[in-house]
C-alpha cells in the first residue's frame, strides 16, 4: 500500500523539493530533512540563472512543495547516519531525532571550492578578488558591482577552472556550469557598466548546453567580452589595490601581463563533506571524486550501491538547475518503482 | 637504432614530469625565462607529448632547451603535476650525450660551462670559486668585482671567510678525500660520461670549424675564444 510507505530525503534543496513532490503526488508519505534553517539550498545564493537571465527564485518558488498531509519537513537536522534495521532505514542526528522510513533519496548537493585554498589567485588577501558567489551576491542586492574602494571597474577579468580539472586542488573533474556562469556574469558585469571592458580566461570552453553556445556568441557580439585562451598563474596586486594577471595566450603562444580592477574567480563544486558520514554504516560508496557513487553511470546512476538508497541531483555530480530537477524526477520514479516491486 | 623517443624515456625524470598536457600555458605564465626571451615551455611539453622524432631532433639541437633557468616554479602550478623543467632536463642530457648541443650557440656553451663550473667543482669543490672568476672574462662582474678579486686574501679574512684554508668556514679548502668522493659520484651518476661526450663533440666540432693547431688538431683555446666573441657578438 502506497500510503503505508514511507521516504526520507536527505536535503531540501531543488533536487531533494523536486523529488518529494513527485513522491507525495504518488501518494508516498515523505519527509525532507534539510540540514540548515531553511529550505532551497544553494540555489538561495544565486541571483540569475544561466542561460535566459531568469531569476532563481522562480525554480526556487516552483520546486516548493505545495503543503500536504503527506509530507513532513524538518529544517536543522544533520544527518549524519542511514543504517539499515529490520528491512527499514533509521536515519540520525547529532540530537535525538530519529527518522524511519522505506526508502531514502540522498539530495546532498555540493559545496563551492574553498578559493582561499588556491592562493596564488590572491582570494581572502585582496580584496578586489571575489569570486562566482560573491558577485552573485552582488547582483541579488541590485548594486553594482565596485571595486573595494567603491570605484567603478575599468576592467574585469573572470577565471575558469578554479577548483576544477586542477590536480593541485585534488579535483581533476570539470564543474563543467563555471564555464557557461562565466559567460552569463561577464555579461551582467557589461550591463551594469557599459564601458567596463571584461576578460575571461580559460582553457577550453564548455559549453555544453543547448542554448550556451548562443549565450557566448551574445558576449562577444553584443557586449565585446573578450575570451582568451590560457590559464591563470597567478595575480599579484599593485598601488592603488589594482590587479597584476599572469597568464600566457595560449593562442598567441606568449606571455601576457594584464591590469584589471577586478578579478572574479569561478569557483568548481565539490561534493559535500558530510557525504563521508552518510557512508558509514551502510553500503553506500563514494566515487573517485568524493561524490555518491552510483550502480552503474549509464542505466542507474539514480541507484547507489546501497539497495533503497537512491541519489538525485548534483551528490551525483556537478550539475545544473535543470539536470538537477530531472535527476531528482528520474530518482523519484525509480523510488516508486522499487517500492511497487518489494510489495509483490 | 634508438628514437629520440626511447632515449628520452630511458630518464625517469621524464616520467615524473610528464603525465599528460592539456596546454593551459600556466607554466609558460609562471616562467621568468619566457618573459626575457621567446621562450614557451608549454610549446616545449606538447613537442614532446606528440613523439614527432623531427620535431624533438630540432628541439634538441635549438637553442631553446638552454633557455631554462630550472627554477621548477612551473611544477607547484601544473593543473596535471606535469614539471616542464624535469623534461627540459631530460632533452638537455639526450642533447649532450648525442651532440645535438653543438648545433646551438646557447648549446655550445656547455663547453664553456663544463670549462668552467664543472671543473671548478672537481678541482675546488665550489661551483663558483673566486679565483677562477677571472675579471678579464668576466666583465659583468664590474670594477667592484676586479678590486675584490686583486685582494681577494684580505677581503676574504674581512669578511670572516676561511678562503682556501684548512679548518672550518666558508669558502675553506675542501679536502682530497672529498674531491674524490665528489668524482666518485660524478663517474657513478653519468655526470663523467655526460662530461666527456661534451669535451668529445666540441672539439670535433672545433675541428670541423676549422680552430686547430699546426698539427691539425683541435686547438680548444681558439674554439673558446670563438665561444666568448660569439656570444658577444649577438650582444
Same mark, same amino acid.
Given at each position: 500500500?502506497?500510503?503505508?510507505?514511507?521516504?526520507?530525503?536527505?536535503?531540501?534543496?531543488?533536487?531533494?523539493? /523536486?523529488?518529494?513532490?513527485?513522491?507525495?503526488?504518488?501518494?508516498?508519505?515523505?519527509?525532507?530533512?534539510?540540514?540548515?534553517?531553511?529550505? !532551497?539550498?544553494?540555489?538561495?545564493?544565486?541571483?540569475?540563472?544561466?542561460?535566459?537571465?531568469?531569476?532563481?527564485?522562480?525554480?526556487?518558488?516552483?520546486?516548493?512543495?505545495?503543503?500536504?498531509?503527506?509530507?513532513?519537513?524538518?529544517?536543522?537536522?544533520?544527518?549524519?547516519?542511514?543504517?539499515?534495521?529490520?528491512?527499514?532505514?533509521?536515519?540520525?542526528?547529532?540530537?535525538?531525532?530519529?527518522?524511519?522510513?522505506?526508502?531514502?533519496?540522498?539530495?546532498?548537493?555540493?559545496?563551492?571550492?574553498?578559493?582561499?585554498?588556491?592562493?596564488?589567485?590572491?582570494?581572502?588577501?585582496?580584496?578586489?578578488?571575489?569570486?562566482?558567489?560573491?558577485?552573485?551576491?552582488?547582483?541579488?542586492?541590485?548594486?553594482?558591482?565596485?571595486?573595494?574602494?567603491?570605484?567603478?571597474?575599468?576592467?574585469?577579468?573572470?577565471?575558469?577552472?578554479?577548483?576544477?580539472?586542477?590536480?593541485?586542488?585534488?579535483?581533476?573533474?570539470?564543474?563543467?556550469?563555471?564555464?557557461?556562469?562565466?559567460?552569463?556574469?561577464?555579461?551582467?558585469?557589461?550591463?551594469?557598466?557599459?564601458?567596463?571592458?571584461?576578460?575571461?580566461?580559460?582553457?577550453?570552453?564548455?559549453?555544453?548546453?543547448?542554448?550556451?553556445?548562443?549565450?557566448?556568441?551574445?558576449?562577444?557580439?553584443?557586449?565585446?567580452?573578450?575570451?582568451?585562451?590560457?590559464?591563470?598563474? /597567478?595575480?599579484?596586486?599593485?598601488?592603488?589595490?589594482?590587479?597584476?594577471?599572469?597568464?600566457?595566450?595560449?593562442?598567441?603562444?606568449?606571455?601576457?601581463?594584464?591590469?584589471?580592477?577586478?578579478?572574479?574567480?569561478?569557483?568548481?563544486?565539490?561534493?559535500?563533506?558530510?557525504?563521508?558520514?552518510?557512508?558509514?554504516?551502510?553500503?553506500?560508496?563514494?566515487?573517485?571524486?568524493?561524490?555518491?557513487?552510483?550502480?552503474?553511470?549509464?542505466?542507474?546512476?539514480?541507484?547507489?550501491?546501497?539497495?533503497?538508497?537512491?541519489?538525485?541531483?548534483?551528490?551525483?555530480?556537478?550539475?545544473?538547475?535543470?539536470?538537477?530537477?530531472?535527476?531528482?524526477?528520474?530518482?523519484?520514479?525509480?523510488?516508486?518503482?522499487?517500492?511497487?516491486?518489494?510489495?509483490? | 637504432?634508438?628514437?629520440?623517443?626511447?632515449?628520452?624515456?630511458?630518464?625517469?625524470?621524464?616520467?615524473?614530469?610528464?603525465?599528460?598536457?592539456?596546454?593551459?600555458?600556466?607554466?609558460?605564465?609562471?616562467?621568468?625565462?619566457?618573459?626575457?626571451?621567446?621562450?614557451?615551455?608549454?610549446?616545449?611539453?606538447?613537442?614532446?607529448?606528440?613523439?614527432?622524432?623531427?620535431?624533438?631532433?630540432?628541439?634538441?639541437?635549438?637553442?631553446?632547451?638552454?633557455?631554462?633557468?630550472?627554477?621548477?616554479?612551473?611544477?607547484?602550478?601544473?593543473?596535471?603535476?606535469?614539471?616542464?623543467?624535469?623534461?627540459?632536463?631530460?632533452?638537455?642530457?639526450?642533447?649532450?650525450?648525442?651532440?645535438?648541443?653543438?648545433?646551438?650557440?646557447?648549446?655550445?656553451?656547455?663547453?664553456?660551462?663544463?670549462?668552467?663550473?664543472?671543473?671548478?667543482?672537481?678541482?675546488?669543490?665550489?661551483?663558483?670559486?673566486?679565483?677562477?672568476?677571472?675579471?678579464?672574462?668576466?666583465?659583468?662582474?664590474?670594477?667592484?668585482?676586479?678590486?675584490?678579486?686583486?685582494?681577494? /686574501?684580505?677581503?676574504?679574512?674581512?669578511? !670572516?671567510?676561511?678562503?682556501?684554508?684548512?679548518?672550518?668556514?666558508?669558502?675553506?679548502?675542501?679536502?682530497?678525500?672529498?674531491?674524490?668522493?665528489?668524482?666518485?659520484?660524478?663517474?657513478?651518476?653519468?655526470?663523467?660520461?655526460?662530461?666527456?661526450?661534451?669535451?668529445?663533440?666540441?672539439?670535433?666540432?672545433?675541428?670541423?670549424?676549422?680552430?686547430?693547431?699546426?698539427?691539425?688538431?683541435?686547438?680548444?683555446?681558439?674554439?673558446?675564444?670563438?665561444?666568448?666573441?660569439?656570444?658577444?657578438?649577438?650582444?
Amino acid at each position: 500500500m502506497i500510503d503505508k510507505k514511507h521516504i526520507a530525503i536527505i536535503g531540501g534543496g531543488i533536487a531533494g523539493q /523536486e523529488a518529494a513532490s513527485v513522491l507525495t503526488g504518488l501518494g508516498y508519505k515523505v519527509t525532507i530533512l534539510e540540514k540548515n534553517e531553511r529550505m !532551497g539550498g544553494m540555489l538561495n545564493k544565486w541571483s540569475k540563472l544561466f542561460p535566459d537571465f531568469s531569476s532563481s527564485q522562480l525554480v526556487l518558488d516552483a520546486v516548493k512543495v505545495a503543503t500536504d498531509k503527506n509530507l513532513n519537513v524538518i529544517c536543522n537536522a544533520d544527518i549524519f547516519s542511514v543504517q539499515k534495521e529490520n528491512g527499514r532505514f533509521k536515519l540520525s542526528d547529532n540530537s535525538s531525532l530519529d527518522v524511519y522510513a522505506d526508502a531514502v533519496i540522498m539530495s546532498t548537493g555540493y559545496n563551492l571550492f574553498d578559493a582561499t585554498l588556491k592562493e596564488e589567485y590572491g582570494y581572502g588577501v585582496f580584496e578586489n578578488v571575489i569570486t562566482s558567489a560573491d558577485f552573485e551576491k552582488v547582483h541579488k542586492s541590485g548594486e553594482k558591482l565596485t571595486t573595494a574602494d567603491g570605484k567603478a571597474p575599468r576592467r574585469v577579468a573572470f577565471i575558469h577552472c578554479v577548483g576544477s580539472r586542477d590536480a593541485k586542488t585534488g579535483n581533476t573533474y570539470c564543474s563543467k556550469v563555471c564555464c557557461i556562469t562565466g559567460v552569463k556574469q561577464a555579461i551582467e558585469v557589461t550591463q551594469m557598466w557599459p564601458e567596463c571592458e571584461v576578460f575571461n580566461f580559460y582553457m577550453d570552453l564548455r559549453l555544453y548546453g543547448s542554448k550556451y553556445d548562443a549565450l557566448y556568441l551574445e558576449a562577444q557580439k553584443h557586449h565585446k567580452i573578450q575570451f582568451i585562451r590560457g590559464r591563470l598563474s /597567478e595575480v599579484s596586486e599593485r598601488q592603488g589595490k589594482e590587479l597584476q594577471l599572469k597568464a600566457e595566450d595560449t593562442l598567441q603562444g606568449r606571455p601576457l601581463r594584464m591590469k584589471t580592477d577586478i578579478v572574479v574567480l569561478l569557483i568548481g563544486m565539490e561534493a559535500c563533506k558530510q557525504n563521508e558520514d552518510l557512508c558509514r554504516d551502510n553500503a553506500l560508496e563514494l566515487d573517485e571524486n568524493r561524490f555518491f557513487k552510483s550502480k552503474n553511470i549509464y542505466n542507474h546512476r539514480n541507484s547507489s550501491t546501497q539497495s533503497g538508497v537512491f541519489l538525485a541531483g548534483s551528490c551525483i555530480c556537478p550539475m545544473s538547475v535543470n539536470e538537477s530537477l530531472e535527476s531528482a524526477r528520474s530518482a523519484a520514479m525509480l523510488v516508486d518503482k522499487s517500492l511497487k516491486v518489494q510489495e509483490r | 637504432m634508438r628514437t629520440m623517443m626511447q632515449k628520452l624515456r630511458e630518464d625517469v625524470r621524464l616520467k615524473e614530469g610528464l603525465n599528460a598536457c592539456m596546454g593551459c600555458g600556466i607554466c609558460t605564465a609562471v616562467c621568468p625565462a619566457a618573459e626575457y626571451f621567446e621562450y614557451d615551455p608549454r610549446s616545449i611539453v606538447v613537442t614532446v607529448q606528440s613523439g614527432n622524432e623531427e620535431k624533438i631532433r630540432k628541439l634538441i639541437e635549438s637553442d631553446t632547451i638552454w633557455m631554462c633557468g630550472q627554477c621548477m616554479s612551473c611544477k607547484p602550478r601544473c593543473p596535471r603535476n606535469n614539471c616542464p623543467g624535469l623534461i627540459i632536463s631530460v632533452l638537455r642530457r639526450v642533447s649532450q650525450e648525442t651532440g645535438a648541443f653543438v648545433k646551438s650557440r646557447l648549446g655550445r656553451q656547455q663547453y664553456l660551462i663544463l670549462k668552467t663550473i664543472g671543473t671548478n667543482i672537481l678541482e675546488t669543490g665550489y661551483c663558483v670559486y673566486p679565483a677562477s672568476v677571472v675579471p678579464e672574462t668576466h666583465p659583468e662582474q664590474g670594477d667592484v668585482w676586479k678590486w675584490i678579486y686583486d685582494n681577494k /686574501e684580505a677581503v676574504y679574512e674581512r669578511v !670572516g671567510a676561511n678562503l682556501d684554508k684548512e679548518g672550518p668556514g666558508a669558502m675553506r679548502k675542501i679536502g682530497r678525500e672529498n674531491l674524490d668522493e665528489l668524482e666518485r659520484v660524478f663517474a657513478e651518476s653519468g655526470g663523467q660520461t655526460l662530461f666527456t661526450s661534451i669535451v668529445e663533440y666540441s672539439r670535433a666540432y672545433a675541428k670541423e670549424s676549422g680552430f686547430v693547431d699546426a698539427n691539425g688538431q683541435p686547438d680548444m683555446e681558439k674554439y673558446t675564444d670563438f665561444l666568448l666573441n660569439e656570444d658577444n657578438d649577438e650582444k
